[in-house]
């Protein structure tokens, strides 16, 4: 049998705090917020949106399609062909039928391949066609 009082003398003293455990918990969760956090504003383009002084500001929850200087297109992060528009917001919009689509086109982008954008977004069933730009300047 053990004998406890003998185990209990032993072990009196200073209670320990393992430090290396709480920093590895900390790291962790560091690496769950990382992989988790939103990162909803990245369309896959360098892109130099215009200002506005009026706007409103959409749920997070929304498809971006970026829309660069010279024409180059991004769907969520992903280079795709103007073609391709309709069939992916279509895809997108038939398992959430509720989600806006935000144009995010540079200031130097022509106003042709804004509207030809903004109407195969329309076309694939979009029922809100938003355009993103900065806030006024400071």
């Known amino acids: 049998m053990i004998d406890l009082t ?62 660069g200087a010279g024409g180059q297109l991004s769907f969520e992060g992903k280079r795709v062909e103007r073609l391709s528009i309709r069939r992916l917001v279509e895809e997108r919009l038939a398992r959430r039928p509720d989600l806006a689509v935000i144009l995010v086109a540079d200031k130097e982008t022509p106003a042709e391949i804004l509207v030809g954008v903004m109407d195969e977004a329309q076309q694939g069933g979009a029922k809100r066609v938003a355009i993103a730009s900065r806030k006024e300047r400071p």
């Open 6 to 67: 003998a185990l209990r003398r032993r072990h009196r003293g200073q209670p320990e705090l393992v430090i290396i455990s709480l920093i590895d918990i900390m790291m962790v969760l560091l690496i769950f917020l990382l992989s988790t956090a939103s990162s909803s504003h990245e369309v896959g383009l360098k892109v130099e949106r215009p200002y506005a002084t009026s706007g409103a500001t959409l749920d997070s929850e929304s498809m971006l399609i970026g829309i």
